[in-house]
């Protein structure tokens, strides 16, 4: 199915803003940095997103259009990987079997968003489509768990974002807990209390913690 982009003066009204256009053939890159499914189709097969959704996760845009992991969001059904899998597959089904004009070009998408400009990724989790692309999905590595990354990939993680908090909130989780499970990886000891109450003992009843 032959997709036609459309001029300039449309992207820049959409949610991912405008754009840096490049030759034909090569992916939009949206000054942004949020890469909508929307955007991405001009460029890859709706297989290849759906392949790398399901390799890699994906991101939702918030009501404040803060991206954030559809993997904590599995009770709301339109905010899904799984709601965006079904969009892409209805897609999909039109790159099979083409018609005249495709759905992605219906002329209610130039005065509203079209659902799946709320999904994508962030430049940062952008994954390789190049490489989806052009190898057999059975041969694809599924990625390790970011909580299950390695203590050189935690550290290389935060110098790259610049702190723990930037961190969290690229992967999509408290500052807390990525904290916790960082300090663990890296093998940072937990901070000693400084009270010397024995173990379960509040320290206000310890020996010389009240004053006489």
Do not use: C
């Amino acid at each position: 199915m032959k997709k036609k982009i459309r001029p300039l003066s449309h992207y820049t009204t959409t949610t991912h803003g405008p754009f840096k256009p490049r030759k034909e053939g090569q992916r939009l890159d949206p000054v942004s940095g949020w890469y909508s499914l929307w955007l991405l189709l001009h460029t890859y097969r709706a297989k290849v997103l759906a392949t790398a959704i399901e390799h890699h996760g994906l991101f939702v845009l918030d009501r404040f259009d803060r991206p954030t992991s559809t993997s904590g969001k599995p009770d709301t059904h339109d905010e899904s990987s799984n709601h965006a899998l079904d969009l892409l597959a209805a897609i999909a089904a039109e790159e099979r079997h083409p018609g005249p004009v495709s759905t992605l070009d219906h002329e209610k998408w130039e005065f509203e968003s079209h659902p799946l400009e709320r999904f994508g990724w962030t430049k940062s989790h952008l994954p390789d489509f190049e490489k989806i692309a052009n190898t057999d999905d059975t041969k694809l590595s599924v990625p390790v768990p970011w909580s299950q990354r390695s203590a050189q990939e935690f550290r290389e993680e935060v110098q790259r974002l610049g702190s723990l908090s930037a961190a969290a909130k690229a992967n999509g989780v408290k500052r807390q807990r990525y904290t916790r499970v960082h300090d663990k990886a890296i093998g940072k000891p937990k901070k000693q209390s400084d009270s010397k109450s024995a173990p379960g003992v509040p320290g206000w009843i310890s020996p010389g913690a009240r004053s006489k």
